[in-house]
T-cell receptor, first 114, second 114 residues
Framework: EDKVVQSPLSLVVHEGDTVTLNCSYEVTNFRSLLWYKQEKKAPTFLFMLTSSGIEKKSGRLSSILDKKELFSILNITATQTGDSAIYLCAVGRWDGGSQGNLIFGKGTKLSVKP | DAGITQSPRHKVTETGTPVTLRCHQTENHRYMYWYRQDPGHGLRLIHYSYGVKDTDKGEVSDGYSVSRSKTEDFLLTLESATSSQTSVYFC?????????????FGEGSRLTVL
């Protein structure tokens, strides 16, 4: 059975700390791995990774994929209270007949204290 | 922001009643999805559509049906609502020609079944 596992499930840090969120997966016909940030409403897209070893960066956030070991990490440096959110990892698989779909992990709830 | 509108945004209903949630997009994207989000489970795919009148089941499709008669509208129907269908429902859209890619989410519809 395909699955996506995120760890830790929750995390409390102080402003300025650096955090690493983990996502491991077992998915057939892997196509992509995506990270989303969810505050109070809809998840918003952060990164999509398809190739191993290539880091994607956006400001203080960065992510990398290891397709051999089947995991990805999301790093946030110099955390701010605005980074408090649930971070979702999703893996895309190709079903062949149609576009396929994403399987989501349960998310990591990050709380950043002032 | 992607043009996705969900309606209603909040609904309280009683067990056994039919419920229809509507997702409307103005992006002309081919792919549309319905997810439900529950504590401890993350986002789980109910049904998805890869074109007008083309739909397929996701991992938690029992008790739900969908219809897509126009590119812009994707309807989710609970024929006879049960308390286990109390959840937050998210519609998402995508226009990725090479397999699962970035999803854009609506604001969510909170359904309570008493």
């Amino acid at each position: 059975e395909d699955k996506v596992v995120q760890s830790p499930l929750s995390l409390v840090v102080h402003e300025g700390d650096t955090v690493t969120l983990n996502c491991s997966y077992e998915v057939t016909n892997f196509r992509s791995l995506l990270w989303y940030k969810q505050e109070k409403k809809a998840p918003t897209f952060l990164f999509m990774l398809t190739s191993s070893g290539i880091e994607k960066k956006s400001g203080r956030l960065s992510s990398i994929l290891d397709k051999k070991e089947l995991f990805s990490i999301l790093n946030i440096t110099a955390t701010q209270t605005g980074d408090s959110a649930i971070y979702l990892c999703a893996v895309g698989r190709w079903d062949g007949g149609s576009q396929g779909n994403l399987i989501f992990g349960k998310g990591t709830k990050l709380s950043v204290k002032p | 922001d992607a043009g996705i509108t969900q309606s209603p945004r909040h609904k309280v209903t009683e067990t056994g009643t039919p419920v229809t949630l509507r997702c409307h997009q103005t992006e002309n994207h081919r792919y549309m999805y319905w997810y439900r989000q529950d504590p401890g489970h993350g986002l789980r795919l109910i049904h998805y559509s890869y074109g007008v009148k083309d739909t397929d089941k996701g991992e938690v499709s029992d008790g739900y049906s969908v219809s897509r008669s126009k590119t812009e509208d994707f309807l989710l129907t609970l024929e006879s609502a049960t308390s286990s269908q109390t959840s937050v429902y998210f519609c998402a859209i995508s226009e990725s020609r090479q397999g699962p890619g970035e999803l854009f989410f609506g604001e969510g519809s909170r359904l309570t079944v008493l």
